[in-house]
């Protein structure tokens, strides 16, 4: 199974922060990563998909990028909506894989 | 409008059963590879296995931990997602999400997602 590493665990930011959040695979798998945010409570919401594209109805200040082993997911100008905490997956084979989530709180 | 409405959750003895569904409307289910991904209390997400359309010879992959135990099914006539759950274990208790895996394009992602039904595998 390919391994998702995420780091760090977790983050303090302040509103308008840049934050980048980083995923490695245990092998290459292309641009077959997906990122996705979740709020308590609720169902994860797809951010990036495909490394870099963007989801329908995402807001800009999210971007992805990387390909091989090596990803970021940056979000430019950190909003209160944005405080959740983040996955990355890969769908490059089966099993999928997540990684073990990235927790972006409030300094 | 997407909806994914999964059901059947609830407290189940260890070694018992359970049969999740999962409703789906707004889109041509029939076309669609259906996941479901599951999230331990206070955890992270788990894939726990994936069912591909007709097309694709309606193609079942599992997790290694659900691997014998569990069976994903479909109904396209019903738009119908079904995960049949047997010899649950405590390590099962999570909320199960019902989920869309986007297959076109090459662009293999969980585009949409239930609101979730927790499972309690508890004496």
């Known amino acids: 199974d390919i391994q998702m590493t995420q780091s760090p665990s977790s983050l303090s930011a302040s509103e308008g922060d840049r934050v980048t959040i980083t995923c490695r695979a245990s092998?290459?798998?292309?641009?077959?990563i997906n990122w996705f945010h979740q709020k308590p409570g609720k169902a994860p919401k797809l951010l990036i998909y495909?490394?870099?594209s963007l989801q329908s109805g995402v807001p800009s200040r999210f971007s992805g990028s990387g390909s091989g082993t090596e990803f970021t997911l940056t979000i430019s100008s950190l909003q209160p909506e944005d405080f959740a905490t983040y996955f990355c997956?890969?769908?490059?084979?089966?099993?999928?894989?997540f990684g073990q989530g990235t927790k972006v709180e409030m300094k | 409008e997407v909806q994914l409405v999964e059901s059947g959750g609830g407290l189940v003895k260890p070694g018992g059963s359970l049969r999740l569904s999962c409703a789906a409307s707004?889109?041509?289910?029939?076309?669609?590879?259906m996941s479901w991904v599951r999230q331990a209390p206070g955890k992270g997400l788990e894939w726990v296995g994936r069912?591909?359309?007709?097309?694709?010879?309606?193609?079942?992959d599992y997790a290694a931990p659900v691997k014998g135990r569990f069976t994903i099914s479909r109904d396209d006539s019903k738009s119908m997602l079904y995960l049949q759950m047997n010899s649950l274990k405590s390590e099962d208790t999570a909320v199960y999400y019902c989920?869309?895996?986007?297959?076109?394009?090459?662009?293999?992602?969980?585009?949409?997602w239930g609101q979730g039904t927790l499972v309690t595998v508890s004496s």
């Open positions: 707004g889109f041509t289910f029939s076309n669609a590879w």
């Open positions: 495909a490394a870099s």
């Open positions: 989920t869309r895996e986007r297959s076109d394009h090459g662009d293999y992602c969980l585009d949409y």
């Open positions: 092998r290459s798998i292309s641009t077959y």
């Open positions: 069912i591909k359309d007709k097309s694709n010879r309606g193609t079942i």
């Open positions: 997956q890969q769908s490059y084979n089966t099993p999928r894989t």
